[in-house]
């Protein structure tokens, strides 16, 4: 499938969330599934069941967001080392730091990590659910909602990295997905927690959208971005909600459009979820994130180039950044000694094998042996956290880095 066309990006992104959203609403007629994190928090719901050591902290960031933040001190087996290297798991956007912890403790990245000697942090990004919390906005306020990921890059990621530096002392690896990668990739541009940073693993990596497509895309591409704005105004985008709901109706009635499957037209054909888990994820999962978020997103998808969130009207751009057009995150400025490691799937609609070329390209003066590249042929975008495989296929090769790195 080709390019989605100027104007038609926005469309296409809350349609992607709308089919989360879908998605969900299927689940709620699925058996009960183990993992609820709802009422008892991510640590009791789905790690200490596994038998490991867990601690919940709240963090606060400098614009007054407090947010919930996981730790994983060690692994299930009794061990005394001390100093275990801390690992920060950071999850993209619609989701929460859960997505690390719906298969088997044997195949959940953040207790692998706990296992192989790391001390494993799991944040959870400003809006979702045990982060709609702030010391004066109320989270039922458009006020509240009026952020997208660049405040992630100035406010939540320095909030969350500062505090697991200052706790353990220590230089950090960093493990994104999706949208974790984003922002991650955004504040290293900037030259930004470098000093706390020793490497980082980006799952799915996302920097540039031009390529995103889906089943649905196609048919987004139809409607009209301004509808989708007066429907949300600059406010909470809430996937459960009715409004989202009513959008959905809309796309799936639309020639063409299978929404039987609906976890596959958003993320690619994954191959190698598992149902039970699946379930889990749709009984936790999707999260609100800000109107505002997802039209800076968009912006990704229609310009192909990595800016700031663009006002739309140069004068409120000179407001906010004194130019008419927002500033670039230029990603060739990622210092070059940065160890990375990118691992994409061939069959992932939301990072594209043509977008990770041009990421690859903005790197391409990275120091060689610094930069690790791995290519899955058969993943899509949901397999880099919940596939069966995963396991074997990415994490063992994220651990070997970490520890190459240490
Ligand atoms: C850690 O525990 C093992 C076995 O219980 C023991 O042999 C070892 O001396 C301990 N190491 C430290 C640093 O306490
Ligand atoms: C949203 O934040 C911007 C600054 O980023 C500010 O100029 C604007 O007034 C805020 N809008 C609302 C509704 O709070
Ligand atoms: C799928 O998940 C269920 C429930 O956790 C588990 O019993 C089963 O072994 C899993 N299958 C695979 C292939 O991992
Ligand atoms: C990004 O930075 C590199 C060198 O640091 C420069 O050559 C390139 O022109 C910049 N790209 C943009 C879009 O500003």
Avoid at 217 to 236: D, N, P, Q, R, W
Avoid at 372 to 393: L, N, P, R, S
Wanted: aromatic share 10%; with cysteine; charged share 15%.
């Amino acid at each position: 499938m080709g390019r989605a066309g100027n104007g038609s990006s926005f469309i296409l992104m809350i349609s992607l969330l709308a089919l989360v959203a879908a998605v969900a609403g299927a689940g709620r007629h699925l058996a009960a599934a183990d993992i609820d994190a709802s009422r008892v928090g991510i640590c009791a719901s789905a790690v200490a069941i596994h038998g490991y050591k867990c601690q919940e902290f709240d963090v606060k960031t400098d614009d007054g967001y407090i947010l919930n933040l996981q730790r994983i001190p060690q692994g299930v087996a009794a061990d005394n080392s001390t100093n275990r290297p801390p690992v920060l798991l950071q999850h993209g956007v619609l989701v929460d730091g859960v997505t690390w912890l719906l298969n088997s403790p044997k195949e959940s990245l953040a207790l692998i990590l706990a296992d192989s000697g790391f001390d494993v942090w799991i944040a959870n990004v400003r809006g979702t659910r045990f982060s709609r919390r702030h010391v004066s906005l109320d989270p039922n306020k458009p006020e509240f909602w009026n952020w997208t990921w660049d405040d992630l890059v100035v406010h939540d990621l320095p909030a969350v990295i500062g505090f697991v530096h200052q706790q353990t002392g220590q230089k950090i690896h960093y493990v994104g997905h999706s949208m974790g990668t984003l922002i991650a990739l955004a504040t290293f541009s900037e030259g930004k927690q470098i000093d706390k940073v020793k490497s980082a693993a980006l799952l799915s990596p996302i920097a540039y959208l031009s390529h995103m497509n889906t089943a649905l895309g196609v048919v987004a591409a139809k409607a009209f971005v301004g509808e989708i704005t007066s429907i949300f105004g600059l406010a909470e985008f809430n996937p459960k909600g009715e409004a989202v709901a009513g959008l959905m109706k809309f796309f799936c009635a639309q020639p063409g459009v299978d929404c039987y499957d609906l976890l596959t037209a958003v993320t690619g054909k994954n191959c190698c979820l598992n149902a039970s888990t699946v379930q889990l994820f749709l009984k936790n999962e999707p999260q609100s994130t800000s109107t505002k978020n997802l039209v800076h997103l968009a912006q990704t998808v229609r310009d192909g180039v990595l800016r700031k969130y663009d006002y739309g009207n140069p004068n409120y751009n000179v407001a906010h950044y004194g130019e008419s057009k927002p500033p670039v995150y230029n990603l060739s400025n990622i210092p070059h000694d940065l160890p990375l490691f990118l691992s994409y799937g061939g069959q992932d609609a939301l990072s594209d094998i043509r977008d990770v070329q041009t990421l690859l390209d903005a790197l391409r003066s990275h120091d060689v042996a610094k930069l690790h590249v791995q290519y899955v042929k058969e993943y899509g975008h949901a397999d880099f956290i919940m596939g069966v495989t995963a396991k074997d296929v990415v994490y063992n090769q994220v651990v070997s880095f970490f520890k190459n790195y240490n």
